[in-house]
């Protein structure tokens, strides 16, 4: 994939910070929380037979979702290229080494989910993730982030404009009429399967 990123985020998450990543962010832990996230998520949800991820990593919540649905249909966007190799070898996904925000779907998924991944985008850009996630998805969209009721910054391990805190899910749904909100919830990171104090939402189209 080509270097020519539109934004400062872009080129942090594709570089050294985003290799780094994938090294704090892995073990047993992290696999049995998503376990439990996703099972709570989707417990109520219409049987799940494909699902794409915008922003991937390594893929631990593919390989989460992938045991709770064996045999589904699963696709990854992941601008890092260490990341991308390594879900490509790791798990059975088709994966597209590529910004989200350079990302053009070729097809719709019952899920479209998205994980931490839009508190690193430049706000002035959301409209492209949400116009992503829209399109992407034949029926649920899922949202896992940090939650804000009004748009703030806040400095991510020392760097400034990294990482931004709003109402993702609101602002979706103020945008796209026929999306209704099936559930949501929050995940303390004392929990007996924590999550990074996350805020999450399932969204389907009526």
Known sequence: MSGNYETPQEKFWAGDFGDEYIDRNNGPQLFSSNLALFSRIFGNARKIQSLIELGANVGLNLKAISYLFPGVDLAAVEINEKAAQYLQSSLDAKVYHESILNFVPDRKYDVALVKTVMIHIDPEFLPKVYELLYRSSDRYICIV?????????????????????????????????????VDYGFVYHRSSFPQDDVTWFLLEKC
Not at 161 to 176: M, N, P, S, V, W
């Open 145 to 181: 982030e940090y939650y804000n009721p009004t748009p703030v910054e806040v400095t991510y391990r020392g760097h400034s404009e990294r990482l931004f805190k709003r109402d993702f899910a609101g602002e979706i749904l103020d945008r796209y009429p026929d999306l209704r909100l």
